[in-house]
């Protein structure tokens, strides 16, 4: 019996394979970043620029793989490859995170629509959350947030409507 691919080697594949896809499209060759399956909370991956690596949640990919494949791993590495590319930039030629540079390389490299969020189901970690409305939906934020919310730190707004969140204590 053949023993399956750990889940950080089909990582690495497949950001192997995306820096190989943007090497043949942009012509250039780019250091391969250190790999990690170690990130916690509600983010599905991280790159980190300066040290070149890129982090990836493990009960997150475990949950979804094929759209981890398909997306988390191609936007991480597009972190990258804008930074390698065009650099932080200063003053008026700051490169943003989820700036033009990187949805053009999200479109024009990995033939992807540029997404910044995921929409994994959060379920799976385990987290728990505390129910919160604007005027168009139900939200759920961290017991972190929470906190930080019931000490007068910070306030939240929805990103549809714009409004702030309000907290709807259970009634049970």
Known sequence: ?????????????????????AEARLGRAFPRPRIQLNMRGRAAGSARLQTWELRFNP??????QQAFMEEVVPHE?????????????????????????????????FNLEPRTTHSFDLAVLGERTQPYACDCQQHR????????????EARYHCRRCRQPLVHQPDTD
């Open 141 to 152: 934020l961290s017991i972190r947030r929470h906190n930080k919310v019931m000490r007068g």
């Open 1 to 21: 019996m053949t023993a399956l691919p750990s889940p950080s080697a089909l990582l690495t594949e497949r950001v192997e394979a995306c820096f190989s896809q």
């Open 59 to 64: 009960a997150l990919y475990e949950a979804n």
């Open 77 to 109: 590495v597009a972190h990258l490859l804008v930074y390698a590319l065009w650099g932080e930039g200063r003053g008026r030629n700051r490169v943003l995170p989820h700036g033009r540079q990187w949805q053009s390389v999200m479109r024009e490299v």
